[in-house]
């Protein structure tokens, strides 16, 4: 429907219409500046791989221009000193809000519930409104539960207020990363296990090896045969062929274990809602700008474009930065890049394409004509293999902290001539096997072909604000804030200094000071930290020119520091933009010391609190198994610090023999429980206190004190030894001592080999200090 239309539509169907028209054309006759939105929020089915998904969520506009609610949500346009009135209805059975990510909004306009808006309350309508006081590109999304993860999220745009650079085509770009399950349910499956989806990445990184070496000429797949036996499983075995057993054991000792880019397995990767594209309109020598903006929920994307073609990167966050010119882009999760760049003369259709970080896919969007070029096939790397040559992955970002392996003295780093700008390819166009959008530099590689050309990925220490952004030396200086980022995925919570959310919920800063915030990354992740309502300076080196962010990938152990000037009152989300790290605890309220929040604010949350996923929430789990000796049920009940595990076995299938206990425990740190319970054994139920310690190395240790005097210690581990056709063989060892009059022990281990998330096959043997053995074999079904 044209513009046209669509008023007509309104003046002549609808008299409650034709009165918002009249209101809209008298409020713009007040005021031009005012630029109205008129948006919908709304169920939608979504498509992405065949499937129909229901719980989708989209936007529909009715202003200015009607579109249908799609995935990503319309793209907002403004202009410097425009009024942005944007009234948003919820369609929708569920509540709602939508925050403006990147803007300087007063702070009842930012969007989170209970913080700072309203709810926008199912069939009902909200209208923000706030001046728009700076330009760049930004994105709005849903900051409730996860109705980010099923569509809710599109562009922003604030025009330039002169051109950056002129271009031919300005394109929004918008990545996001799509999965068919209800997010809630992505949410309850790592909860259970941090690792649930272990096995459907390591699928899904076999698929991608596998597609990359069909793609070779037969020799070349003879040479790449190797890759095919990769282990994406993290087995013992798999890090020793790796030479990497020394990372094995250090990520036991620091009882992290493994950890990959993302806890989800994603079913698509989008670039404007689509895995694969093409821009029409696009001539060779044009120049083109993308609006990069990562709107994913938990993916890290590369951005790269045919066989790493130079691009310019002009903006950071919307901020402009001092054009830098690299061929690759590592975006966090929330940021935003603009980057400019010509499209090459030369007969060819070029890709720019996304890999998510862990490398489980990728989506594309073409340009140009003739012979495709396409983009370098990134190939996933085994759990504890770092990356050849630091040339692709893992720490690209850390600002101020250049110490990653190869860096900056990578071949291909110099030879990025200055002034080469309008013919940044001919560099790269003479290596082989671009047909398989390979650039075999390999010779030189002791790798079997390398899965990347040369690469100069975008640095933080690169970006360097076009205009000085140092706060005035005469302002206060609070003292330094700490901000330690942990998170612990065997009960699937993340931590700000130890403590989620709902322990910790506050930082509060003073108005007027300069706050600076150092963020610690304690976990082999990236974590991308938001602030609303600010932009901060990054310290990376640059000076009085530290670039202005608002969002910052902290790398895996990395050390950030941040810094900016408290101008904003109000109350701010500070968190974790990975949408399930937030939920689970990677989040704090930025508060001004003496500012009053709206009681409205209150009344709101006592209304919808219940609706909310928290931290503290219950999730359980339960495994049981059933062997020729014995059968076993053990469940695990969660919430928050607090957990419920019931343990029992009945040997020999008597139930005389019933053995087992039923623990109350409180967490009083990631690592260590206290609690209460009770312990079954001959037939006997006795009380008893218990402490549980993770040990170094992994190692559970429990201990048991029963009200009859009997001491119980216990221990577990539990490691995957080995791959067998895509599935991890596991050996779990327990042994057990305990004492009362006299020493006592015994000991317990299976093999289980995992068929499926659900189940296992294995062997168990059991003995004790009385020569008692039993071996069995059976199955374990995991719920
Ligand atoms: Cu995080």
Same mark, same amino acid.
């Given at each position: 429907?044209?513009?046209? =239309?669509?008023?007509?539509?309104?003046?002549?169907?609808?008299?409650?219409?034709?009165?918002?028209?009249?209101?809209?054309?008298?409020?713009?006759?007040?005021?031009? $500046?005012?630029?109205?939105?008129?948006?919908?929020?709304?169920?939608?089915?979504?498509?992405?791989?065949?499937?129909?998904?229901?719980?989708?969520?989209?936007?529909?506009?009715?202003? +200015?221009? +009607?579109?249908?609610?799609?995935?990503?949500?319309?793209?907002?346009? @403004?202009?410097?000193?425009?009024?942005?009135?944007?009234?948003?209805?919820?369609?929708?059975?569920?509540?709602?809000?939508?925050?403006?990510?990147g803007l300087l909004v007063p702070y009842e306009q930012d969007g989170p519930q209970f913080s700072n808006t309203k709810i926008i309350a199912p069939k009902s309508k909200h209208i923000f409104r706030?001046?728009?006081?700076?330009?760049?590109?930004?994105?709005?999304?849903?900051?409730?539960?996860?109705?980010?993860?099923?569509?809710?999220?599109?562009?922003?745009?604030?025009?330039?207020?002169? +051109?950056?650079?002129?271009?031919?085509?300005?394109?929004?770009?918008?990545?996001? /990363?799509?999965?068919?399950?209800? +997010?809630?349910?992505?949410?309850?499956?790592?909860?259970?296990?941090?690792?649930?989806?272990?096995?459907?990445?390591?699928?899904?990184?076999?698929?991608?090896?596998?597609?990359?070496?069909?793609?070779?000429?037969?020799?070349?797949?003879?040479?790449? $045969? /190797?890759?095919?036996?990769?282990?994406?499983?993290?087995?013992?075995?798999?890090?020793?062929?790796?030479?990497?057993?020394?990372?094995?054991?250090?990520?036991?000792?620091?009882?992290?274990?493994?950890?990959?880019?993302?806890?989800?397995?994603?079913?698509?990767?989008?670039?404007?809602?689509?895995?694969?594209?093409?821009?029409?309109?696009?001539?060779?020598?044009?120049?083109?700008? @993308?609006?990069?903006?990562?709107?994913?929920?938990?993916?890290?994307?590369?951005?790269?474009?045919?066989?790493?073609?130079?691009?310019?990167?002009?903006?950071?966050?919307?901020?402009?930065?001092?054009?830098?010119?690299?061929?690759?882009?590592?975006?966090?999760?929330?940021?935003?890049?603009?980057?400019?760049?010509?499209?090459?003369?030369?007969?060819?259709?070029?890709?720019?394409?996304?890999?998510?970080?862990? &490398?489980?896919?990728?989506?594309?969007?073409?340009?140009?004509?003739?012979?495709?070029?396409?983009?370098?096939?990134?190939?996933?790397?085994?759990?504890?293999?770092?990356?050849?040559?630091?040339?692709?992955?893992?720490?690209?970002?850390?600002?101020?902290?250049?110490?990653?392996?190869?860096?900056? *003295?990578?071949?291909?780093?110099?030879? *990025?001539?200055?002034?080469?700008?309008?013919?940044?390819?001919?560099?790269?166009?003479?290596?082989?096997?671009?047909?398989?959008?390979?650039?075999?530099?390999?010779? /030189?590689?002791?790798?079997?072909?390398?899965?990347?050309?040369?690469?100069?990925?975008?640095?933080?220490?690169?970006?360097?604000?076009?205009?000085?952004?140092?706060?005035?030396?005469?302002?206060?200086?609070?003292?330094?804030?700490?901000?330690?980022?942990?998170?612990?995925?065997?009960?699937?919570?993340?931590?700000?200094?130890?403590?989620?959310?709902?322990?910790?919920?506050?930082?509060?800063?003073?108005?007027?000071?300069?706050?600076?915030? &150092?963020?610690?990354?304690?976990?082999?992740?990236?974590?991308?930290?938001?602030?609303? =309502?600010?932009?901060?300076?990054?310290?990376?080196?640059?000076?009085?020119?530290?670039?202005?962010?608002?969002?910052?990938?902290?790398?895996?152990?990395?050390?950030?520091?941040?810094?900016?000037? $408290?101008?904003?009152?109000?109350?701010? @989300?500070?968190?974790?933009?990975?949408?399930?790290?937030?939920?689970?605890?990677?989040?704090?309220?930025?508060?001004?010391?003496?500012?009053?929040?709206?009681?409205?604010?209150?009344?709101?949350?006592?209304?919808?609190?219940?609706?909310?996923?928290?931290?503290?929430?219950?999730?359980?789990?339960?495994?049981?198994?059933?062997?020729?000796?014995?059968?076993?049920?053990?469940? &695990?009940?969660?919430?928050?610090?607090?957990?419920?595990?019931?343990?029992?076995?009945?040997? %020999?299938?008597?139930?005389?023999?019933?053995?087992? %206990?039923?623990?109350?425990?409180?967490?009083?740190? &990631?690592?260590?429980?206290?609690?209460?319970?009770?312990?079954? %054994?001959?037939?006997?139920?006795?009380?008893?206190?218990? $402490?549980?310690?993770?040990?170094?190395?992994?190692?559970?240790?429990?201990?048991?004190?029963?009200?009859?005097?009997?001491?119980?210690?216990?221990?577990?581990?539990?490691?995957?030894?080995?791959?067998?056709?895509?599935?991890?063989?596991?050996?779990?060892?327990?042994?057990?001592?305990?004492?009362? /009059?006299?020493f006592d022990w015994n000991f317990r281990t299976e093999a289980n080999y995992v068929l499926s998330r659900r189940t296992s096959i294995g062997l168990n043997f059991s003995t004790d200090k009385n020569?008692?053995?039993?071996?069995?074999?059976?199955?374990?079904?995991?719920?």
């Open positions: 429907m044209s513009q046209l =239309g669509f008023i007509e539509n309104l003046m002549f169907r609808n008299f409650s219409g034709l009165c918002a028209f009249i209101f809209l054309f008298l409020s713009l006759q007040v005021s031009a $500046a005012e630029r109205f939105y008129d948006l919908r929020i709304k169920n939608i089915t979504a498509n992405f791989t065949g499937i129909d998904v229901k719980h989708a969520l989209g936007i529909s506009q009715t202003w +200015p221009v +009607p579109k249908e609610a799609a995935i990503p949500a319309p793209t907002l346009r @403004f202009k410097l000193g425009d009024d942005a009135v944007i009234t948003v209805h919820n369609d929708t059975d569920e509540p709602a809000t939508l925050h403006w990510h706030f001046p728009i006081r700076h330009t760049g590109t930004y994105w709005y999304h849903s900051h409730t539960q996860l109705q980010e993860q099923r569509g809710l999220y599109g562009a922003i745009v604030i025009e330039d207020d002169q +051109p950056i650079e002129e271009v031919d085509h300005d394109y929004v770009f918008v990545m996001s /990363d799509w999965v068919n399950e209800h +997010p809630m349910d992505v949410l309850y499956n790592l909860k259970k296990d941090g690792h649930y989806y272990g096995l459907k990445k390591s699928d899904m990184k076999k698929a991608v090896v596998k597609n990359y070496v069909e793609s070779l000429s037969e020799e070349e797949q003879l040479k790449n $045969a /190797d890759l095919l036996k990769k282990d994406f499983l993290g087995t013992v075995w798999g890090a020793y062929k790796n030479g990497n057993l020394d990372k094995y054991l250090d990520g036991e000792l620091s009882r992290m274990g493994p950890m990959d880019f993302s806890d989800v397995g994603y079913d698509a990767y989008l670039i404007n809602g689509k895995i694969i594209s093409m821009l029409k309109n696009v001539r060779h020598g044009e120049k083109v700008r @993308f609006r990069i903006i990562n709107a994913s929920a938990s993916t890290y994307f590369y951005f790269n474009i045919g066989n790493n073609r130079n691009f310019k990167v002009i903006t950071k966050d919307g901020m402009a930065v001092q054009p830098v010119k690299v061929n690759e882009l590592l975006v966090g999760i929330a940021e935003t890049y603009d980057v400019v760049f010509e499209v090459p003369h030369m007969m060819k259709k070029f890709e720019a394409k996304i890999t998510a970080q862990d &490398r489980t896919g990728s989506a594309s969007l073409m340009f140009g004509m003739g012979e495709m070029e396409m983009a370098p096939v990134k190939i996933p790397l085994s759990t504890y293999e770092m990356d050849h040559g630091g040339m692709d992955h893992g720490g690209g970002h850390g600002g101020g902290h250049g110490d990653e392996p190869g860096d900056d *003295d990578e071949p291909g780093d110099d030879d *990025d001539e200055p002034g080469d700008d309008d013919d940044d390819h001919g560099d790269h166009g003479d290596h082989g096997g671009m047909d398989h959008g390979m650039n075999s530099m390999g010779d /030189d590689h002791d790798m079997p072909i390398p899965p990347m050309g040369k690469t100069k990925q975008l640095k933080y220490e690169m970006l360097k604000s076009v205009e000085p952004t140092n706060l005035d030396d005469s302002l206060v200086r609070a003292q330094v804030i700490d901000l330690e980022l942990s998170g612990d995925m065997e009960r699937y919570t993340w931590y700000i200094n130890g403590k989620p959310f709902s322990e910790d919920k506050y930082i509060t800063i003073r108005e007027n000071e300069v706050i600076t915030f &150092r963020y610690i990354n304690k976990t082999m992740m990236h974590h991308p930290m938001h602030l609303h =309502g600010h932009f901060f300076r990054v310290l990376n080196g640059q000076g009085d020119y530290a670039p202005l962010m608002h969002t910052v990938d902290v790398a895996p152990m990395k050390t950030v520091t941040i810094e900016f000037h $408290a101008n904003e009152p109000g109350v701010w @989300f500070l968190h974790c933009h990975n949408l399930y790290h937030m939920k689970m605890g990677m989040a704090r309220l930025v508060k001004y010391e003496d500012f009053v929040q709206t009681p409205e604010l209150e009344e709101d949350q006592k209304k919808w609190d219940s609706y909310m996923t928290k931290d503290t929430d219950a999730f359980w789990r339960a495994e049981t198994s059933l062997n020729t000796n014995s059968a076993m049920l053990d469940v &695990r009940v969660n919430a928050g610090g607090y957990q419920v595990d019931m343990e029992l076995e009945v040997d %020999e299938y008597d139930i005389d023999n019933l053995e087992g %206990e039923v623990m109350f425990k409180r967490y009083l740190d &990631r690592f260590f429980a206290v609690g209460t319970g009770v312990v079954v %054994e001959d037939q006997k139920v006795y009380a008893a206190l218990t $402490a549980a310690y993770n040990l170094p190395g992994n190692v559970e240790m429990e201990g048991f004190l029963r009200n009859d005097g009997k001491a119980i210690i216990r221990l577990r581990k539990s490691i995957p030894l080995v791959e067998f056709r895509g599935r991890p063989i596991v050996l779990d060892l327990e042994p057990e001592v305990s004492y009362k /009059d006299q020569g008692n053995n039993s071996v069995g074999f059976g199955i374990k079904i995991r719920f």
